[in-house]
């Protein structure tokens, strides 16, 4: 048969991964010459071949991909013929409209590991050994194409054996951008609170013995600084959380391996998987009676779960292997403020740690650490970074314009779309601070600059107030400049319930209608109202809101969303009126009687009390009515701390009445202020919610059932709903709270 050439096109991610390396490898194990080169697109390889040995390049490149590879379309077509001699890796082409996927950081590959603790290799002990199938990646990353020149390891010049890996096609470190040894790539450097230079040969082991001292450690990971203490030494701990004013939230723990995961925590085959996986995130799992010497009490206070995760750099490996102990490992980072990335952004939290772990290689892209969690077998994303992030999703259909998406105000994602892909950022936090607004629009900045994405349209949510819709404007305007056009890019309004549901639909690539149940917070409604506990029929067109929790009153505003006591109080005032003033139960005697008749007069008058209907408010209301918490050190501290109260042998939920649409919550609080045994109380609650998704959904039943909102990061309702609708929609990879608004946001005016 006669020979063609022809033009292959793939895209995916399928930069960064050694992806040329491998199709040098397929293409002259079956004798092809041509050549393949990276684009702003993906791979380009034109080869000369017959179309049988073309049609078996094909599918060994698609069956056989190297493990950090994955390939999104294939474009093939014939091309005037090109004799070529040889197949060959060619120079990079950046010209043309920019498509590839953003390789993400990944954990230390098995080989590397390997040559981490073999002493008779030349890296022996480099803690930033590295290879095309794992490592830094997104956190480095200036632009596109993924060449070392557009990442901060140009800084650094290869010594001659690493250029020999780096030039060598049949080498795993071909063109591996992070590759560097002793002789020419990142150092260490040990410090102390102030930045002096702590004099040692051996900056692991010396930072292993400040650990078994009892002192904390800020150490530069991948997406940005750790905060780490000996988590088996209590008083570390207490130390930690009191210099970082965090009194119950729960700390992540990095252990050693899997061996020593299992010692620690309850863990399933699914979890496992996940621990194991090369995006190695931090998964919540039940911790077991025996901890180790982990004191979980200080740890994971008033919680049975523990937040676990493996070491993924071969730097936290060193500092395992050597320690042989659990790490407490948070993010370094002010409260309200992203994760830390620069020595000077770490400096505001020298009153915090005792020493610093550093190096010299340039964190680009700050990226947090990914939670996750499982439920009924289903992987439900927590916290989207590291390892997954940047993400992409291939849409159901084009996209009529190229749309900038502005996220929400809390767990912030922004996200940019065009033709029928989308690219959401990691995880950027709550808009709470000019740190954290800096950061968000700085993410904004860099998929704009990879991409060289300039927005037709920009989405943003329905609320005023949130900085991201502030943030909307001032984009918009910039762009218009950017431009040189008279008309500014378009901005339009997505409500924060639909984009919720929208999201789901777009990752599932439905295309019909749905009925979705949006549980959360917070969101601006279409009446000026705070939304939270919606039932929705929607498609991609449109919504109608066919079902909510009745009003009740957020006394205090803002207050209200960190003090459960004020949403129970209002709800009791719509029970009893200024009866309440004279009740004695958890909520009432959490006031004094001065501040009782206050909030009874604001209640009345509706005095900076807004409307809602949020079942986030409404578990915050049960927590406080049944004594569990009255005040919240931490976002849903009322929710994780109601789901340790759950009881699997309560049966039976609590009355409430459906009509007209409204679903009115107060018989149900009725009967659950009298009821004596709070595990019971608080399992019907769960229970009843059950039944109102039910009672709500029975008309619409035919359709399918989607759930989003963050109200679904709690373990025990959504286990209860997968239970009842065991083929209900949830966001699997995207999280259900505000971390997914954007990609709903996207395809809403798509």
């Known amino acids: 048969m006669s020979q063609r050439t022809y033009h292959i096109l793939i895209n995916g991610t399928v ?34 071949t017959t179309p049988e040995r073309l049609k078996e390049f094909l599918h060994t490149l698609q069956t056989t991909l190297p493990p950090l590879a994955s390939i999104e379309t294939i474009e093939t077509h014939e091309i005037a013929y090109e004799a070529f001699a040889d197949f060959q890796i060619v120079q990079t082409q950046e010209q043309g409209e920019r498509s590839v996927r953003i390789p993400p950081d990944v954990s230390i590959c098995a080989e590397c590991e390997r040559e981490l603790f073999d002493p008779s290799n030349r890296r022996y002990g480099y803690p930033f050994i590295t290879c095309t199938h794992c490592g830094v990646r997104y956190s480095i990353i200036y632009d596109l194409p993924y060449d070392r020149k557009n990442t901060s390891m140009k800084f650094f010049q290869m010594c001659k054996a690493c250029e020999v890996e780096y030039t060598n096609p049949l080498d795993r470190r071909y063109h591996a951008q992070p590759i560097g040894c002793w002789e020419c790539g990142p150092t260490l450097m040990l410090l102390d609170h102030v930045g002096r230079g702590v004099p040692t040969p051996t900056p692991i082991d010396k930072t292993v013995q400040l650990l078994l001292d009892g002192n904390i450690l800020a150490l530069k990971g991948v997406g940005g600084y750790h905060l780490m203490c000996d988590a088996t030494n209590e008083e570390a701990v207490r130390k930690l959380r009191e ?106 939290l020298s009153g915090v740690y005792d020493y610093v772990l550093d190096h010299d290689r340039e964190i680009v892209n700050g990226c947090d650490d990914s939670v996750v969690m499982v439920v009924r077998g289903q992987r439900v994303m927590l916290r989207r970074a590291r390892g997954y992030a940047p993400a992409s999703v291939t849409l159901p259909f084009k996209l009529p314009k190229r749309t900038l998406a502005m996220g929400a105000n809390q767990k912030s994602t922004v996200a940019i779309g065009f033709d029928d892909q989308v690219i959401l950022s990691p995880h950027i936090g709550d808009l709470d601070s000019i740190g954290s607004v800096a950061y968000y629009q700085k993410n904004i900045e860099t998929l704009e600059r990879i991409y060289g994405f300039t927005p037709e349209l920009i989405v943003h949510d329905k609320h005023p107030e949130y900085e991201s819709t502030k943030l909307a404007l001032q984009q918009a305007q910039e762009t218009s400049i950017q431009q040189a056009q008279e008309r500014e890019a378009e901005l339009v309004e997505a409500q924060h319930h ?169 018989p149900m609080l009725e009967a659950m202020i009298h009821e004596r045994d709070i595990p019971i109380a608080v399992s019907k609650f769960f229970h009843t919610l059950v039944e109102m998704v039910a009672t709500v959904y029975e008309p619409y039943s035919k359709l399918p059932l989607v759930l989003s909102g963050g109200v679904f990061q709690n373990r025990i309702l959504l286990s209860l709903l997968l239970e009842r609708f065991p083929d209900a929609f949830i966001p699997n990879n995207f999280p259900p709270n505000d971390g997914g608004i954007a990609l709903g946001q996207v395809v809403a005016f798509g």
């Open 15 to 48: 930069q960064g991964v050694g992806f040329r390396p491998f199709v040098y490898r397929v293409a002259s194990k079956l004798k092809l010459r041509g050549t393949v080169q990276n684009g702003t697109q993906g791979v380009k390889i034109v080869v000369t």
């Open 498 to 666: 639909y984009a919720h549901i929208l999201g789901v639909m777009a990752e599932k690539g439905i295309r019909g209608k749905v009925f979705g149940v949006a549980f959360d917070g917070t969101g601006l409604g279409d009446d000026g109202k705070l939304w939270g506990g919606e039932f929705m029929v929607c498609d991609y067109t449109g919504y109608e809101r066919v079902g909510h929790l009745n009003y009740f009153k957020l006394l205090g505003g803002a207050k209200a969303v960190k003090e459960p006591r004020r949403v129970a109080l209002s709800l009791l005032f719509d029970l009893y009126g200024e009866e309440t003033l004279h009740l004695k139960n958890p909520t009432t005697e959490a006031f004094s009687q001065a501040e009782l008749k206050t909030a009874y007069l604001m209640w009345q008058k509706g005095l900076n009390a807004p409307l809602s209907s949020s079942v986030g408010r409404l578990f915050d209301a049960v927590a406080s009515m049944l004594g569990v918490c009255q005040v919240m050190s931490f976002e849903g501290e009322s929710g994780m701390r109601l789901e340790e109260l759950y009881a699997n042998g309560v049966e039976g939920s609590y009355p409430f009445i459906y009509e007209n649409g409204e679903i009115n919550i107060l």
């Open 243 to 348: 210099r970082k004013r965090r009194p119950t939230k729960p700390f992540a723990v990095m252990v050693k391996d899997i061996q020593m995961a299992r010692e620690l925590a309850h863990i399933n085959e699914m979890e496992e998987k996940l621990l194991i996986s090369k995006e190695r995130p931090i998964v919540l799992l039940y911790a077991k009676g025996r901890h180790m010497g982990l004191p979980l009490r200080v740890v994971a206070p008033n919680m049975s779960r523990i937040g676990l995760f493996l070491p993924y750099t071969p730097l936290h490996l060193l500092l395992l292997h050597k320690l042989n102990r659990p790490l407490v490992a948070t993010s370094a980072n002010v409260t309200d403020e992203p994760i830390c990335t620069t020595r000077e952004s770490l400096e505001k």
